[in-house]
């Protein structure tokens, strides 16, 4: 009995390697490489939206506040502009009323948020302007203004000069008029800030201001965007010393 058993054991042993060997054959081993299953839900236009190559160019452009709003914002509510116009302008007056005309045009517009940035790009294009940082100019300036600041940094490069500007602080910063034409929209802005500036030549002395003191500015300056382009920001395009 346990020699029959011993026999049939045997049998089905050898069975069972032999099946095993013919599946591994058929259906092949997992190394790591296979190609992924197929999905016969997968539409060609899924496969189209897949991401480019690592060596393609990809893009990001970030939109602002003003150009997110616009594109969730309708036209807003007599009660929103008002709440917006805040302590910048009452609505009945020429301001009031060319900001209200601003901000049914570009529902995004917030006199607030926009004097904000105009207070970060004002500082950024003084000391961009006393470094002769080109590339930083190039991106907020208008094309007269760029060619304007390009000009005066040249001359001062062949005179051997070099500015030194340390902007202490902006102690105002109000919108005083805004229009629009031709889709294009203009808010100038009144600065009043506190600044430090000397210019030496190149020996370094001191050939204008006074490396000890605070001088109070006052500028003028306009800001333009298109209503019309998806770009949300604004590039300076005049400028006014009033002092």
């Known amino acids: 009995m346990s020699e029959a058993f011993d026999i049939y054991t045997l049998l089905f042993l050898v069975l069972a390697v032999v099946i095993f060997i013919r599946l591994r054959n058929v259906l092949g081993r997992r190394t790591g490489n296979e190609r992924p299953p197929y999905d016969p839900y997968t539409t060609q236009d899924a496969k189209r939206a897949t991401p480019p190559e690592a060596n393609e160019p990809v893009v990001a452009l970030p939109r602002g506040r003003s150009a997110r709003a616009s594109l969730e914002t309708s036209v807003p509510s007599m009660e929103d502009i008002e709440a917006k116009l805040g302590r910048h302008a009452t609505k009945d007056s020429p301001l009031g009323q060319s900001l209200t005309a601003l901000m049914r045009a570009d529902p995004g517009f917030d006199p607030g948020h926009f004097l904000d940035g105009a207070k970060a790009a004002y500082e950024m294009i003084v000391m961009a302007f006393a470094e002769g940082d080109d590339t930083m100019l190039n991106q907020l300036l208008g094309t007269d203004v760029y060619e304007g600041f390009q000009r005066a940094m040249r001359e001062r490069d062949a005179r051997g000069e070099k500015v030194e500007s ?39 002395e001191v050939v204008e201001g006074d490396p000890k003191k605070v001088r109070e500015v006052t500028d003028i300056w306009t800001f333009a965007r298109d209503l019309a382009s998806k770009n949300p920001n604004w590039k300076l395009v005049a400028t006014e010393a009033a002092n």
């Not at 805004?178 to 020996?203: C, G, H, M, P, Q």
């Open 166 to 204: 340390n902007l202490v602080g902006i102690d105002k910063a109000d919108i005083i008029e805004t229009e629009i034409k031709n889709r294009t929209a203009y808010v100038t802005v009144k600065f009043v800030s506190e600044l430090i500036s000397v210019t030496r030549d190149a020996d370094g």
